[in-house]
């Protein structure tokens, strides 16, 4: 009786993936779950602090659907222009951010994916509008003025706001000074504006934030510039993107009586 021959095993590949156990498998499930129920959880306590601050659930509940709707739209031409795929990232007590696996392959893509978060993000306002038209309740126009509101001041040409990453390709065009300048203007004018309505986290987070960008030797990632034409659109989207934010934050504050000036963060992080 002849013994069966025990087949050697096949070498193994110095670049083939190295065997995942069981264990390991059921260990990276676990942080994934607790991940979740971590970003779940801070994300429920940002949108009870935003209530609690402004007196009304109405904002917690408008800021933090906002932000996710705002974000999926930086993740859908995200996916379009070749730099994913993309997926929103949970920052707890922050909201969340959409991820890029590569930088856009030209300036012009790099400014749709700016200006696809607050364009996208006033969806988000779709449904107050319809609830304040279906019970009659103006009230429900609060969710659509803190939605407009948060897409619009997103707009603003200082880091790291959409604004910068959509005006700055446009602004280098012309020169590449005038880009570092507007955004030291503009972002000292942001943390003048937000100090002197009361708050200090606002105003902290976006001097940090030009601070940094100013240091660096490239404000973006390199990518084919703007052709003249392409600076041409760029400069009407962004307007664009101004009128309708501002639109929807005017025709929403017809109906709450809250005046545009309220939607300051003075009660974020500063003095109630």
């Given amino acids: 009786m002849s013994e069966t021959p025990i087949a050697p095993a096949a070498p193994i590949s110095p670049w083939a993936d190295p065997p995942v156990s069981e264990a390991a498998t059921g260990a990276k499930q676990q942080s994934r779950l607790s991940t979740f129920l971590w970003g779940f959880v801070s994300t429920l306590l940002l949108a009870g602090w935003i209530s609690w601050q402004m007196h009304s659930w109405l904002w917690g509940l408008a800021a933090v659907a906002g932000v996710f709707v705002h974000e999926f739209g930086h993740v859908l031409v995200i996916n379009w222009a070749g730099s994913g795929p993309s997926r929103i990232r949970i920052i707890p007590f922050f909201g969340g951010v959409a991820t890029m696996e590569r930088p856009p392959?030209?300036?012009?893509?790099?400014?749709?994916?700016?200006?696809?978060?607050?364009?996208?993000?006033?969806?988000?306002a779709l449904p107050f509008?319809?609830?304040?038209?279906?019970?009659?309740?103006?009230?429900?126009?609060?969710?659509?003025?803190?939605i407009a509101g948060f897409n619009l001041l997103n707009l603003a040409p200082a880091p790291p706001l959409d604004g910068s990453k959509a005006l700055g390709p446009v602004l280098a065009?012309?020169?590449?000074?005038?880009?570092?300048?507007?955004?030291?203007?503009?972002?000292?004018?942001?943390?003048?504006?937000?100090?002197?309505?009361?708050?200090?986290?606002?105003?902290?987070f976006i001097g940090l934030s030009v601070f940094a960008s100013l240091r660096t030797a490239r404000l973006r990632p390199a990518a084919r510039v703007l052709t003249w034409s392409e600076w041409a659109v760029c400069?009407?989207?962004?307007?664009?993107?101004?009128?309708?934010?501002?639109?929807?934050?005017?025709?929403?504050?017809?109906?709450?009586?809250?005046?545009?000036?309220?939607?300051?963060?003075?009660?974020?992080?500063?003095?109630?």
Avoid: D, N, Q
């Fill in 105 to 124: 392959e030209s300036e012009l893509k790099g400014v749709l994916i700016a200006l696809a978060g607050p364009v996208f993000g006033l969806l988000a």
């Fill in 129 to 146: 509008f319809a609830l304040a038209a279906w019970t009659a309740e103006p009230a429900w126009l609060t969710g659509a003025f803190v």
């Fill in 173 to 204: 065009k012309v020169h590449p000074m005038l880009e570092r300048a507007a955004l030291l203007v503009i972002g000292l004018l942001a943390v003048a504006w937000t100090f002197s309505r009361g708050s200090w986290l606002v105003p902290l």
């Fill in 235 to 272: 400069l009407a989207l962004y307007g664009v993107a101004l009128m309708l934010c501002a639109g929807v934050l005017l025709f929403a504050t017809g109906g709450t009586g809250l005046s545009p000036k309220f939607f300051s963060f003075g009660s974020f992080g500063g003095a109630r």
